[in-house]
């Protein structure tokens, strides 16, 4: 059998999805991404690796074929492991080998890894979830997943058009045996939206929160969920959506979407520019999520994913403590995140909050460590996880009779919250229904939520050097050890600026290093960013024109 295998995988390399290209290429933070016609053969592979890890684990893998925010023409492939969270950090390294060895050599990295992780159960055949999204050079590569999956003997199961974290969802409901909920569509919406409606009761508005909510689906998987999403909440939330050119439009994530939001703190074409109205805007695989609005005189107010990370957190906080329920709660964030949030969730809400490098499966390693983790990353990527334990013990006092009917009542609302949240990964549509839930029950509309604190000023600069790999950083990506003498600098330039803080990391998706800066006011940030900018410019090998200085 096992030889059998290994001549199918060549056979079907050769023929139907051959490397004619000596590019290699990097299992990154986001798996693959490139352009869509490099994939083909990529993808193939990641068929085949997901069998592997789905033997070496004796469950379900899942492969989702997205470029997530990227514009139309690009397109990627990751896996997830069996809990729905991103692909083991030591796997990646054997995702990068077997997609760039030479077709003739795929067998023998197969056997390697069978050997190295000794998989001794070769015939079985477990299952490879496969989803995709809107792009029209998906559905090939999803069909190329599924051939890979095939010719190492697996069960390939095509989804089809999904959300990234909806097939995150599948992975762990189906090696939960169910528990977590059923591995598909409809299943996902009963679930989240079941719970929703519970909490929401029958007022729909309440004080200032008013139930419609204008959506911006990116044009793409986003849009085409919510159509769907919308008949199953009715009246409960009255989701106006926006942006829903699906397929072939080439319109995806152009100029609207969370990231072109969020990165150009722009408004999105396609919305209705009405003043002072709560929008939100998806990306193009709905696993990131933003609100904002503008107000009369036409400036944009973001709420990223430090505010919804807040809101959340002070939200849990209330909860957990009118169920009297001894449960720790944390937050994690990146360097990315603003000064004002950390000071405001450590000083005022008094949450312990951790600092991890960037990247969601940092985030949510992290978030594992509480009873209840709430992480998010200032670009709006971010969920809730809850141990077993806080589930447990909320399942348990539910039915306790040292419990008052107040304090029951608090832990049936959370037992419902927990419903409502897709635990897997960040998901834009679960998040936007908490975030919508919470609004509704502090009777807030998107200002009250605004006033909460207020934003350091800050920058995000690129610069291009020879070669990024020689910045190296420690603590939490907020200190370089690498060149030497450039974070002595930084510390000299950032101690001139009231709150003046920044920060230096070689990007892990894209050829530059990134600078980041905030201070007290607009003007000086302006100032420490270009500053920054410069001294890395000239100690890490700068390229081309240095940046300049602002006046
Ligand atoms: C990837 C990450 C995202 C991170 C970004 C940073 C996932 C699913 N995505 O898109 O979380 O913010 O990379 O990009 O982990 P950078 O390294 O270029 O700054
Ligand atoms: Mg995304």
Redesign the pocket.
Known sequence: MVNNQLRTIYAFAREMYPRNTKTQIQY????F?TKATMLDYVVYRMGLLAVLRGRYKKACIGVMITA??NPEPDNGV?LVDPMGE?LEQSWEEWATKIANVPDDQLESVVSEIVKEFKIDNMNERFEVYIGKDTRPSSPSLAEAAAHGVRAIGGKPMDFGIVT?PQLHYFVRCRNSRNEYGQPNEVGYYTKLCTAFKKLRGDGYSNGKYENTIVYDGANGVGAKKVKFLKEVLGDALKIEMYNDEIIGSGKLNHLCGADFVKSQQKFPTGVPNKPNVRCCSVDGDA?RLVYYYKDDKDVLHLMDGDRLATLIASYIKEILQETGIDLNLGLVQ?A?ANGASTEYITKQLKVPVSCVP??????HHKALDYDIGVYF???G?GTVVFSKNAKQSLKNEAQSNRKSAEEKRAIAKLLDLIDVVNEA??DAISDMLLVETILHAKGWDIQEWEKTYEDLPNKLLKVVVEDRNIFATTDAERRLVAPEGLQEQIDALTSKYPKGRSFV??????D?V?VYAEAASAADVERLGAEVALKVFQLGGGVGTPPELAQ
């Open positions: 990154g933070t986001a798996g991404r997530s925010h990751k991103m990234t696993d990146t990315y960037t990247g969601v499966k940092h985030l990353e200032a670009n990527h990964v960040g990391r070689p990007s892990g998706t894209e530059v990134r």
